[in-house]
T-cell receptor, first 114, second 113 residues
Framework: NAGVTQTPKFQVLKTGQSMTLQCAQD?????MYWYRQDPGMGLRLIYY???????DKGEVPNGYNVSRLNKREFSLRLESAAPSQTSVYFC?????????????FGPGTRLTVL | GQQLNQSPQSMFIQEGEDVSMNCTSS?????WLWYKQDPGEGPVLLIA?????ELTSNGRLTAQFGITRKDSFLNISASIPSDVGIYFC?????????????FGKGTKLSVKP
């Protein structure tokens, strides 16, 4: 099992450009998450999908959209990138929303917006 | 919103020394988790704690769920160079629509051989 995979690993964008970050998991998990990590800020939740067909906002959703394409895949879209979106983005998954479920994280996408 | 205070922010230690870090919260949590993030990688779960007062070990790592349910600590004994990384605590409550996990800001550990 590959676990949680993310593409691309690195990306440089110009302000105003758009792009989609891809995430897939092969663990048959129901719930998937997108986090961003900034220096000294820990991990902040952008959006999550409790199950296929549902998505909800997290702590910092502005400037992002998500799509739960199927049970395996959860993508994050930046419609008009801004320098404030320079960050490391992590996708994660859990079997469900229960409190005993811990997050399995992907390796991250390092995004720079110029 | 809920916040976790994780300390220290960073540590520079000699190989072989013991390490201690902790997290405190103004809110009660039902689950405490400790993750480690190696440079360039995603966080990986080290220890999960589910009961107040619980003390759990994983090799040289020991973590405890505080009795008040508002704090947790992680100890690493006899540190080695591969312990380098960022350690995150995370707290979670039952219920709610999102099963949200609140992360601390991390403790960056550097180990001198």
């Amino acid at each position: 099992n590959a676990g949680v995979t993310q593409t691309p690993k690195f990306q440089v964008l110009k302000t105003g450009q758009s792009m989609t970050l891809q995430c897939a998991q092969d663990m048959n998990h129901n719930s998937m998450y997108w986090y961003r990590q900034d220096p000294g800020m820990g991990l902040r939740l952008i959006y999550y999908s409790a199950s296929e067909g549902t998505t909800d906002k997290g702590e910092v959703p502005n400037g992002y959209n998500v799509s739960r394409l199927n049970k395996r895949e959860f993508s994050l879209r930046l419609e008009s990138a801004a320098p404030s979106q320079t960050s490391v983005y992590f996708c994660a998954s859990t079997p469900g929303l229960g409190s005993l479920d811990h997050r399995y994280f992907g390796p991250g996408t390092r995004l720079t917006v110029l | 919103g809920q916040q976790l205070n994780q300390s220290p922010q960073s540590m520079f230690i000699q190989e072989g020394e013991d390490v201690s870090m902790n997290c405190t919260s103004s809110s009660i949590f039902n689950t405490w988790l400790w993750y480690k993030q190696d440079p360039g990688e995603g966080p990986v779960l080290l220890i999960a704690l589910y009961k107040a007062g619980e003390l759990t070990s994983n090799g040289r790592l020991t973590a405890q769920f505080g009795i008040t349910r508002k704090d947790s600590f992680l100890n690493i004994s006899a540190s080695i160079p591969s312990d380098v990384g960022i350690y995150f605590c995370a707290g979670q409550n039952y219920g709610g629509s999102q099963g949200n996990l609140i992360f601390g800001k991390g403790t960056k550990l550097s180990v001198k051989p």
